[in-house]
């Protein structure tokens, strides 16, 4: 019965903070933690209950590494996960074209 | 601090449900119940809820009158609600700008 896929839109993408994280994740092959904190402005507490939220769910995953003796840690956008960003960007899209059409 | 100003989007804009409200107020001058029921899919109680909390911030004006016998709810986006509506949408088109620029 709805037809406005906007209601249906994925809100674990659609939170600002984690399109903001997913967004940046889906312009490199891989970025580690720092980049990202530095890239969302986020503070490390939030940026690592985002990662968080977004690992359980499948939609990145996060890999520890050392460089040196330095701890490093990787993220990276799963194929669910970039599935799901192409499906939020889609829906978007079409909201703010319809905006300009009607 | 903080650069990005997506993490400063307006939420009450920012949920699915009233985010297509709002688009549809902002393409017309007014717009009354039954015509937003039909136009977002939402159920009349869902509706109801939003609009009253864009009423209590301030975004919207929502009018009573009779045609006829028939009561009418007129709803309207008020000058507070088409200037943060603009503002989320400047955040948003950036948004996207950013991910094909970088």
Do not use: C
Not at 35 to 64: D, V
Not at 69 to 94: D, F, H, N, S, V
């Amino acid at each position: 019965m709805n037809e406005n896929p906007i209601l249906e839109i994925d809100k674990l993408i659609h939170e600002p903070a984690r399109l903001l994280i997913i967004r940046h994740l889906s312009l490199l092959d891989s970025g580690d933690f720092l980049y990202l904190l530095a890239a969302t402005g986020l503070s490390k507490g939030n940026l690592s209950t985002h990662l968080q939220k977004l690992e359980k769910a499948g939609y990145i995953e996060i890999k520890k590494r050392f460089v040196g003796k330095k701890p490093q840690t990787i993220l990276k956008l799963t194929e669910l996960g970039r599935i799901k960003y192409e499906a939020y960007q889609e829906t978007m899209k079409k909201l703010w074209q319809n905006s300009s059409d009607t």
